[in-house]
Structure formats: C-alpha cells, structure tokens
C-alpha cells in the first residue's frame, strides 16, 4: 500500500535501505538529502571518502553510489512509490549525482520490488564456496538483472574464467609489492567497534586460498597477526563480467546499479557473491578483460556460488529528521 504521508519513519527505511548497499572497501561514499516540496531524495558523492591511488578517476565510486541509488529505488517501490529517476541532473553541481522522486504510482509495482527483503540479508562472502554450481535458471535471472539496468553481464567459459583469475592476481600481486596502494586499502581495515560505522573490520575478512588459484585481496599487508590461515577455495570458480558498451560517468552509475540488483538477485536464489575488483584498479590489466570483438568497458568481476553468508560489515546510522521549508541534508 503506498505511504501517502513522507515523514522520519519514511525517510529512515529509504535511508537504511540506500546505505545497506555494497561500496568499495565499504568508504559509503554517499551524502542524501531531501527536496520536500517535490517529494526528491538528492544523492551527492562524498569525495571525503576517496580512494585516489586505487580509484583515481573515481570510477568504484560511482558504482557504489548506483548501487544505493539502486536500493534507494527498490525501498521506494516496497512503501508504493514509483521512483523516477534522474542520473547527473545538474552539469553546475558534479557532486550531484542522482535524484529520486517519489511520484504517485500509476501502474503496478516495479519488477524489482521483491529484491526488498534481499537488501538486509545481502552480505560480501570472502570465504570459500562449495563448489556446486549455480542453476542456470539463476544464472540467466542474474544476467536479465544487469541487463535491465542497461548493463551486461558474461559468464566465461573455462579459459575465460583462467584468464580473468590472471588479471586479477596480476593486480593483486602488483597492489601487494607497492607501499602506498597497501597503506590506502589498509586505512579501511578496522577493529570490531560499535561506534565504528566505515571500513571493514578484521571480523569479515576472509582467508586466502591454500592452492593460490583464487587470488583474494589481501588486506592485511605486513600485518600477519591479522591474517587468517589459508583454507581450500572451490576448484572450480563461477565468475560473471559486469559491463557496460560504453565508459561514461553514467555507465558507471547504471553499472553500479545493474550490480546490486545482480547481487540483490543472487542474494534471494540463495547464492553467495564477492567481488573480484583489483583488475579494475589498472588500465592495463583492465583493457585486458574486455570481450574481444565488443565495445566493452569493464567494472568488475563477480564470484558467486553457494557456501557461508559471510560478515556484515557496518553501516552508518541513517538519522533522517523530519524536513523543514528549507531542504534539509540528512546525515550520512
């Protein structure tokens, strides 16, 4: 039923669903605000929060701000809404990345209303799956998820999947022997704290893979007490490429979003996800996982399967007031 009235009580479940979303080392690179005379949720980048060595054209960046605009969108639908939304509305404002209004629904829900419940329990498993594969039925939902949201997603086959594991421990070994790229990655590992909202803490690391064939970030650098003893990874890895045919920052925005509904996806068959993205963090090792023959810009690596949920990581408590005549920013 639509929620006529929007109030804190509105503006708290659009806000804690919107934050739930992944980001890059979990920065949460996002500000909201509310427009309440047209009923528009603002969605700002917070370029506090930036990775410069890792993400020096801020490409992760908008990818984890589409992926709440993505969330945003879904709670919008859950409390009867139809979420419009505008991708960089204002050329004068490059800060501004999003607005979502809440318009009174004319048609039925959207499609994606359902991934709702999916927001709370979608966690990043850095830990091993069994190895059992994803039914393609599955498969192919997580496909049409990307693809709704105008981008791509592609499944290699065995020898893609070796080559994509390459790229991806060919940039792990490179952030692994650079100081400053392991200093910037560890800057966001912390220690189990209530009061702690950003980063990830030492509790939801994950091992790394005994064989060395699954080539997970390494978070802990130097600091081996941290470290988790090895564990055997699943031989044989499912892996999807999340795409776009072209490099805006629009697609990166319509990327970030087709990747949490990918994910919200997977997360309500049941499949765990982690992201494989230190490709990305190199020109070079990412023109290497184009698709030959394609206009193709890659933005992430994609492992699914089944096996633990892995642990939550923590998110900043929305604390939205109710609005005054003069648009208020809410708090991140």
Known sequence: MQTREIDATVLETL??????????????????????????????VDRRRALPLIDPDRRA??????????????????????????????HRDPDLLAT?????????????????????????????????????????????AARAEGARLYFPDISGTRRLLRLTAAAEARNRTLPERAAEARTW??????????????????????AGRMPMRDFTGPLRSLRLPA????????LGLLWTPRDRAEDWLRA????????????????RTSMLHQAMEWSDLRAGARLPQRRCAPHGVIRFGYGPEGAPTPRAEP??????PTPPTLPE
């Open 256 to 271: 970030g979003q087709g990747l949490e509904r990918v994910l919200l996806t997977a997360t309500a068959h049941g499949v």
């Open 15 to 44: 806000l804690a669903a919107a934050v739930a979303a992944p980001s890059i080392h979990n920065t949460q690179p996002w500000r909201f605000g509310m427009e309440p005379h047209t009923r528009t949720v603002t969605v700002r």
């Open 61 to 90: 960046q908008y990818l984890s701000v589409g992926a709440a605009v993505f969330n945003l969108r879904v709670a919008v639908a859950h409390l009867g809404w139809e979420p419009l939304v505008r991708l960089l509305p204002d």
């Open 231 to 238: 564990l055997p990874f699943e031989r044989h890895v499912q």
């Open 319 to 324: 604390q939205p007031d109710m609005p005054d």
């Open 189 to 210: 590992i912390t220690a189990p704290d209530p009061d702690q909202h950003y980063g990830i803490p030492v509790t939801a690391l994950g091992p790394q893979d005994r």
């Open 100 to 144: 979502v209004q809440l318009a009174t629904a004319v048609e039925g829900p959207p499609d994606y209303t359902g991934l709702y419940p999916a927001i709370a329990r979608r966690h990043t498993s850095r830990l091993p799956f069994t190895g059992r594969p994803v039914p393609e039925p599955v498969v192919m939902d997580m496909a049409a």
